[in-house]
């Protein structure tokens, strides 16, 4: 086993209709509007961009974020990321069962940044926690941000 290799999925279902959560989602310059642990995002040039993340754990990840696919019809976005984090990242949105929207956003990575390499067999149970809950966080913010009617610029 690989331990510093990652992979994620998490399901939120979303109460607005899909095609408003794919335009959100397909932001990623006003993620720090809604995610508290995506703490600021740089655009670069031609689909590319810088993120930094933070969640409970005392460090930070940077990572190059490069588009892969934005295809509204299929509703999916895909991002390779390099730096701390390389590997990809994938939102996937459709109607939800009960109406609204379910996103599924799968990653697939492995850690690069120095420490948490180091710290890979102890502290995999605390890094995939601190995973689980930003990604709680981001569910919570989105939800208060469509609710506000936040919307894509």
Partial sequence: MDW???RFRSVWELPAPPGRVFAVLAEPGR???WWPQVRRVAPGGAGTGT??????LPYDLVVTASERRND????V???AMSGDLDGWV????RPGPGG???AVHEQEVVVRKPLMRWLAVPGRPAFRANHALMMRA????????LAEGGDAA
């Fill in 100 to 102: 609204g929207t379910q």
């Fill in 51 to 56: 993120a930094r993340f933070r969640s409970l």
């Fill in 90 to 93: 994938r939102w996937t949105v």
């Fill in 31 to 33: 993620y720090p509007e």
């Fill in 72 to 75: 509204p019809g299929a509703g």
């Fill in 4 to 6: 510093c290799r990652y």
């Fill in 138 to 145: 981001g569910r919570r913010g989105l939800t208060r941000f």
């Fill in 77 to 79: 976005l895909e991002v």
